[in-house]
């Protein structure tokens, strides 16, 4: 089983960066991506990545703004975010899974075995 531990979220103005990080128990062989969900709303496919070749993708809300990386010695995926929005408030989660890249991409949920707990983003206006 594959551990994941999100970190790195808190409170920022509009405008500002944070980096995310997720720890995983096991890195090599899955795709890692980034979700967010807020109140009220479905959750949201932010970026991945393929810890085979290192393919990225991101979701058009974020395309510019975020930038997704592994470090495969330290187990761990980032998520920097920039020139962040209040709308870009949500929890964050990282996922990951060993289906095929097409299918991870495709943000659904049941595509991936491995879910961290996530963590806070809150942007203020």
């Known amino acids: 089983e594959v551990q994941l531990v999100e970190s790195g979220g808190g409170l920022v103005q509009a405008g500002g960066s944070l980096r995310l990080s997720c720890a995983t128990s096991e890195l090599e062989n899955y795709a890692i991506c980034w979700f967010r969900q807020a109140p009220g709303k479905e959750r949201e496919g932010v970026a991945c990545i393929s810890t085979i070749d290192g393919s990225t993708y991101y979701a058009d809300s974020v395309k510019g703004r975020f930038t997704i990386s592994s470090d495969i010695a330290k187990g761990t995926v980032y998520l920097q975010m920039n020139n962040l929005k209040p709308e870009d408030s949500a929890v964050y989660l990282c996922?990951?899974?060993?289906?095929?890249?097409?299918?991870?991409?495709?943000?659904?949920?049941?595509?991936?075995?491995?879910w961290g707990q996530g963590t806070q983003v809150t942007v203020s206006s």
């Open positions: 996922a990951a899974s060993g289906t095929s890249w097409y299918l991870v991409v495709s943000f659904k949920s049941y595509e991936f075995d491995y």
